[in-house]
Structures are given as structure tokens and as C-alpha cells.
């Protein structure tokens, strides 16, 4: 089982949170099951983080075992293309109130569905509604 990290479970261990506890549980479990891994995408966005450095995160992701896959292939690139495509005429269609989402989480969501057996996230809503097939880890009760 090949689990695909977003940028927000990752970024939830490098600042005190009250999901700390729940998140190094989640991973433990997703551990066992196999491979744990991120995109790019998740990489740069991760860098911003105000504790992060590239020679953190090099550091980080070595001791975790968290494998990160640096190159994205075509079928990913065509995968958030489309989706985003979906999305921006679903936008344009309706009045949404919801906040405007970014190339960047249907990059990740591509790279799950391609690479990985599942994503794990706490933005569930997202990803359901623009990559239904995509399994999300832990679900929707979080």
C-alpha cells in the first residue's frame, strides 16, 4: 500500500498543533502498510513553512523513510490538467463561496491517483469532489 502525503499532514509535525499526537499515529499506521511518499508539488509548497529549510527537509525525509518523488510524468501533468479544467468550468458556471483552488492540489491529487494507493489529507472535501476514484486516508470522519 502506497500512501501519498499532502502538504497539510506534513506540515502539521513542523509547528506545536493540536493534531501532532493523531498525526505521527496516522503515519505509523500508514508505515506499516507500506511506502510513504510525497510529490514535488508537496516538497516546494513545504519549503515555505517557516521552520523549513531544504537541508530540514532532506534531513526529515531521509530519517522518516518518507520517499519523495521529484519528477512528475506526462500522465500526471495531463491528470491535473484535466481536472483543473473540470474544475475552472464548473467555477465559471457557478457562484461559489468556496475559496479558489490551485494547480498545486490537483498536481498532488494526480500524483496520488497515478503513483499511490491512496492520499492522506485532512482537506478530504477537496480532493472527493475532483478525484471521486482517488481513495483519501483517513476520510471524511476527520
Known amino acids: 500500500m502506497r500512501t501519498a502525503l499532502d502538504t497539510n499532514i506534513l506540515s502539521g509535525l513542523f509547528s506545536p498543533s493540536p493534531r501532532t499526537d493523531e498525526i505521527n499515529a496516522l503515519l505509523r499506521h500508514c508505515r506499516q502498510e507500506g511506502a510513504l511518499l510525497i510529490s514535488p508539488v508537496v516538497y516546494a509548497e513545504l519549503l515555505a513553512h517557516p521552520k ?76 472527493q469532489q475532483d478525484f471521486p476514484e482517488l481513495r483519501i486516508y483517513p476520510g471524511s470522519a476527520y
Open 52 to 127: 523549513a529549510s531544504e537541508a530540514f527537509l532532506d534531513y526529515f525525509f531521509s530519517k522518516s523513510g518518507i520517499q519523495v518523488e521529484y519528477s512528475l510524468d506526462k500522465s500526471v501533468w495531463t491528470e491535473a490538467g484535466n481536472r483543473y479544467a473540470r474544475y475552472a468550468a464548473r467555477r465559471r458556471i457557478t457562484i461559489s463561496q468556496s475559496p479558489r483552488r490551485i494547480l498545486a492540489d490537483f498536481l498532488i491529487g494526480a500524483h496520488a491517483l497515478v503513483h499511490a494507493d491512496r492520499l492522506m489529507t485532512f482537506d478530504t472535501t477537496v480532493y
